[in-house]
């Protein structure tokens, strides 16, 4: 049924050991992974000397699978990509596909649409936060940000049905109307968040073991995070001023009123509090938006069977990692020719050997952890 | 799917008779019936977990869903203290040789639960791939199985309990096995 695949020993990768080296594997089974990539590392003593990532434990070849789904099919596959950005990823094809078409997305649907990728975003940071303290030995903050997390999920499977893959961003808009619920149950929100999350930063932000486990650990300068590609909070907490919202504003950012969370120290510690800072800018839009929400149609008027005219277009999003790039080559039928994804995992995973090299084993957690990976959208 | 309430009947309440007696009372059952009921109130899974099923495993690992009530508090790193291993996501080709290692390392008796339809099937990646194993069942025996994708953590906690019937039933995987291909016994 499947073919036989040999787990690849360390002996067959790397160079020769000189003495005094050891060569350790971090997964593909480590609970500080978050999911299934494989490191192998090289010691001496406990200082590291190189890091190599394997990848494909879960390449589910989504690129190829996307080829042979319609433009309205391929969307839903893209949820289970980077499932903590499961919208974002969703509106970064949609917005491919209306790209091609030349389509005018409605006012209510471009508003619908930003809330529900800022509200991704709280929820995506929330569960890092939690991730990440565990990785640090802390159990705490995971069950106080999974309490936030868990009243987005239930907005969420009020208005799209699903708790995690929500398939809701449909090329020409969104698949349904609001819940009538939807606008009240955000405020509510807004505020539980706001009240809620001082305990947080008591916990975490101001924890003398947090601090001394995160300053100055995994530095990453401004000039290698250009270099390798890093995007998101990763780069901007090197003081990379690269938010695609900013940049090359979509869906309607550019009317927004918000901030780009930069600092300029690139450790650990920074990269967590860019985060932190993140979550109050969504909430800071949030708020500019639920008041405000267009009366009108929630999706364009669109033909049953989409066809792209021949052609190549890209769009790109901002995701709680990153930036994420959609890559369409369509020869004008019903299905894509070739679909490439820039994933912002896959390059800021590139840069972990470069921050991780000569620092303490017991440090690479902090680093990789604040990286916030998620394997399946590196795989793809 | 039916569960088999016959199984679940006997594990409301201890498994075996009380007779009273002035001053208390004595306790009469078989020893594997209260070894089933041990083991099947202390399972300990295995942090495994390979795509977006995870996250619903950590959800219901979380205050609201709190899968400890049922005796699954203990999350084990490794394979070599876990009970039973919850399938959480998709299962590539490359993955496939990695699961059966860890499988292999778990110390009997151990239990599958394939979480999602990934696990199930293949899922959303049955179709049109060339890197997705159609079925976590191709490479190790399930005894659970969830469908969605991913299942909501009220789902998990429904196949937890189905597994938990399942042991107090009486027979492990194994056992099971043996009567199949023995009819003697």
């Not at chain 1, 069950?143 to 020409?172: H, K, S, W």
């Not at chain 1, 300053?215 to 990763?234: E, F, M, R, W």
């Not at chain 1, 930036?323 to 679909?339: H, K, M, W």
């Amino acid at each position: 049924m499947y073919s036989e695949t040999t787990i690849v020993t360390p002996d067959v990768l790397q160079q020769p050991l000189q003495e005094g080296q050891l060569v350790i594997n971090v997964g593909p089974q480590h609970p500080a992974t978050h999911g299934v990539l494989h490191l192998v590392i090289t010691l001496e003593g406990e200082t590291i000397i190189k890091i190599e990532p394997h990848l494909g434990y879960i390449h589910r070849s989504i690129e190829k699978m996307s080829e042979s789904l319609t433009y309205r099919q391929f969307i839903y596959v893209t949820s289970r990509m980077d499932y903590l950005s499961a919208h974002i990823n969703n509106l970064a094809c949609a917005m491919c596909v209306e790209k091609g078409m030349q389509l005018e997305v409605p006012d209510r649907a471009q508003v619908i649409r930003i809330i529900m990728s800022e509200l991704t975003r709280i929820a995506s940071h929330e569960l890092w936060i939690g991730a990440m303290a565990m990785d640090l030995g802390a159990f705490t903050p995971f069950f106080y940000t999974f309490r936030e997390r868990e009243t987005i999920n239930d907005i969420m499977e009020q208005t799209c049905g699903a708790r995690l893959t929500m398939n809701y961003m449909v090329p020409g808009g969104v698949m349904y109307d609001l819940h009538p619920e939807f606008v009240a149950r955000v405020k509510s929100f807004v505020v539980q968040f706001k009240s809620k999350v001082s305990e947080l930063e008591d916990l975490v932000t101001d924890n003398i073991i947090f601090r001394n486990r995160t300053v100055g650990v995994g530095v990453l300068s401004k000039a290698d995070a250009i270099s390798y590609g890093c995007t998101g909070p990763v780069a901007r907490a090197s003081g990379v001023d690269g938010d695609i919202r900013k940049r090359f504003p979509y869906s309607g950012y550019e009317k927004l009123q918000f901030e780009q969370c930069l600092d300029s120290a690139g450790d650990s510690f920074a990269r967590y509090i860019v985060r932190i800072r993140e979550m109050y800018q969504s909430i800071h839009i949030i708020e500019q938006l639920i008041d405000a929400i267009p009366e009108g149609e929630f999706q364009a008027k669109t033909k049953a069977v989409i066809k792209l005219p021949k052609g190549e277009f890209y769009t790109r999003v901002e995701t709680a990692r990153g930036e994420l790039g959609v890559y369409i080559v369509s020869e004008g039928g019903t299905t894509p020719y070739r679909i490439k994804y820039r994933s912002p995992g896959f390059s800021n995973l590139s840069a972990l050997n470069h921050m991780a090299k000569g620092s303490k084993i017991g440090d690479l957690m902090a680093t990789m952890g604040t990286l916030d990976l998620v394997i399946p959208d590196i795989d793809r | 799917m039916e569960i088999n309430h016959s199984a679940s009947q006997n594990t409301e309440v201890f498994p075996g008779a009380v007779m009273d007696l002035p001053g208390g009372g004595v306790v009469t059952s078989s020893f594997q019936d209260l070894i089933n009921w041990a083991r099947s109130n202390s399972l300990w899974p295995l942090t495994f977990a390979t795509s977006c099923c995870g996250i619903e495993m950590m959800s219901t690992a979380s205050a609201k869903y709190d899968f400890s009530r049922f005796g699954f508090e203990v999350a084990r790193a490794t394979p070599r203290q876990a009970d039973v291993i919850i399938i959480a996501g998709t299962i590539v080709n490359k993955m496939a040789p990695v699961l059966k290692r860890l499988y292999d390392q778990m110390a009997d008796p151990k239990y599958v639960i394939a979480m999602g339809a990934c696990a199930i099937s293949g899922g959303p990646f049955f179709y049109n791939t060339y890197s997705v194993v159609k079925g976590a069942d191709h490479i190790i025996p399930v005894d659970v199985y969830i469908p969605g994708c991913p299942p909501r953590p009220e789902a998990l906690l429904h196949a937890l309990i189905t597994l938990q019937d399942k042991i107090k039933g009486g027979l492990t995987r194994e056992q099971i096995r043996e009567q199949s291909t023995n009819p003697s016994l």
